[in-house]
């Protein structure tokens, strides 16, 4: 399964990169730059196609990629020769006016955030399927005793439904998530209806340091009432079928599903359940093994909410998936500034191998359930890692194509060329920032995917 995952991560980051590199070969192209080599993925080509002036490659390693235009380095080479000016060649990127090199620097992040917009509305337009849970919450102090969480000092109960959060509705428990998760220590007005009974409430959400997403410490309400039971179970050899209400565990009354988590932390060797079927009260006893891990899987899946989202005609879907993408433009903004707030960066800042096992995770996951699902949960999470790309890449770094951005504005401020030797400097410095935060993102991988 971790194979087909890294699998279907590396045809999803492959087409992000593609984009990306795309947008700076069709603009360098727009612009008068001579391209040399258009590769997808790193190292040794296997496959390499010459069409024009232009070497089509294919690497061994499908991560990354890149767009060779003519005279790159051409500073590096005036550093070295110790002239005072770059010489450059007729067609090479540094022949090219300050402009048109912003331009092609540009492109790049520009064809990602495109990319985002029509993935998002080709998926808002053709509508999709996600199976979610109601907007019906169980605070974390009532599973786990003796926490107190934001909901706590809010004032919210267990059993509350909350309908709005500053003004957004929350139909499911997804919505909640949403709202909750980008405004961390922030002051949050929370609608929610008790028993029949609107109540206003402000909620502020503690920062989870291992994500940089905000936390209230609640859980989902779902009622239990089995959705599957897995063959060869602990469930399916006590008789539990799909449908079946299970009403008590161990004696206890069993109101909602999550009360199962601390039951199951305690490690009982087996569950007294007590269980309505057609009507009926009945009884069995589940029999729980346990992993090396120490947790236990009794094979029971509860039964969620289907949501359908509607069918969009174009000119609906476009601004639909505008609209959203320039939401997670600033949500990822947003996290940006939370790397600055004492977050785990070993679990926030993610790395190629981690991108690409979680593209796989997603889409695998998707695929579970249907294609048509699986083709949504990948190419929406693709648009999210498209923006990220956007804006890490113009973010003005020396070697990002915001740091070539920032030097070429200079270059244009002072009206006339950058010195070599600042360039080689400037670009010096990238590659050891750029190289260092790899190998921590690398290591921070490492550290994941041990754990899954």
């Known amino acids: 399964m971790m194979i087909f995952k890294i699998l279907l991560g590396l045809v999803g980051l492959g087409i992000v990169v593609f984009v990306h590199e795309l947008g700076h070969f069709l603009a360098a192209r727009l612009v008068g730059i001579d391209v040399e080599a258009f590769s997808i993925g790193w190292g040794k080509p296997v496959l390499k196609k010459k069409l024009g002036a232009v070497e089509y490659r294919l690497g061994m390693l499908p991560l990354g990629g890149y767009c060779k235009m003519k005279g790159e380095n051409e500073f590096q080479q005036a550093f070295e020769n110790k002239q005072k000016a770059i010489d450059p060649a007729p067609g090479s990127f540094f022949a090219a006016s300050p402009l048109r090199r912003i331009i092609v620097s540009f492109a790049g992040p520009f064809f990602n955030l495109v990319f985002a917009v029509?993935?998002?509305?080709?998926?808002?337009?053709?509508?999709?399927?996600?199976n979610t849970l109601e907007n019906r919450i169980v605070l974390l102090s009532d599973i786990k005793t003796g926490s107190t969480n934001p909901a706590d000092e809010a004032g919210l109960k267990t059993g509350d439904r909350i309908l709005e959060i500053n003004g957004n509705k929350t139909e499911n428990y997804h919505d909640i998530q949403e709202n909750i998760a980008v405004h961390p220590e922030?002051?949050?007005?929370?609608?929610?209806?008790?028993?029949?009974e609107i109540l206003?409430?402000?909620v502020i959400p503690s920062l989870e340091k291992s994500t940089g997403a905000g936390r209230i410490g609640v859980y989902f309400w779902t009622d239990p009432i089995i959705s599957e039971v897995a063959a060869g179970s602990p469930a399916e050899k006590a008789g539990l079928k799909s449908g079946d209400r299970i009403r008590s565990v161990n004696g206890n009354d069993f109101a909602y599903s999550v009360k199962l988590i601390p039951i199951l932390e305690e490690k009982p060797g087996s569950l007294k359940l007590e269980y309505e079927r057609g009507g009926l009260i009945q009884n069995t006893e589940l029999e729980l093994s346990y992993s090396d891990s120490g947790e236990a899987d009794p094979g029971i899946s509860w039964?969620?909410?289907k949501y359908r989202t509607p069918y969009l005609n174009p000119f609906a879907a476009l601004a639909t998936g505008t609209v959203k993408t320039w939401q997670t433009f600033v949500i990822s903004l947003k996290s940006l500034s939370l790397l600055f707030r004492g977050i785990d960066l070993t679990q926030a800042v993610s790395g190629p191998v981690r991108i690409t096992y979680m593209v796989g995770d997603v889409a695998a996951e998707g695929f579970g359930q249907s294609f048509a699902?699986?083709?949504?949960?990948?190419?929406?999470?693709?648009?999210?890692?498209s923006v990220a790309l956007c804006i890490m890449n113009l973010l003005p770094l020396p070697i990002l194509?915001?740091?070539?951005?920032?030097?070429?504005?200079?270059?244009a401020l002072r009206r006339k060329p950058l010195p070599p030797r600042a360039i080689y400097v400037f670009q010096t410095i990238g590659a050891v920032l750029i190289f260092s935060l790899m190998l921590f993102a690398v290591f921070g991988d490492i550290l994941f995917l041990t754990k899954h």
């Open 401 to 411: 194509d915001g740091g070539m951005i920032l030097l070429f504005i200079i270059e």
């Open 200 to 202: 206003h409430f402000t």
């Open 118 to 130: 029509l993935v998002m509305s080709v998926i808002w337009g053709i509508g999709f399927e996600v």
């Open 373 to 385: 699902t699986g083709l949504s949960s990948m190419t929406n999470f693709l648009a999210l890692i």
């Open 186 to 196: 922030e002051k949050l007005s929370v609608t929610v209806d008790r028993d029949g």
């Open 303 to 305: 039964q969620t909410i």
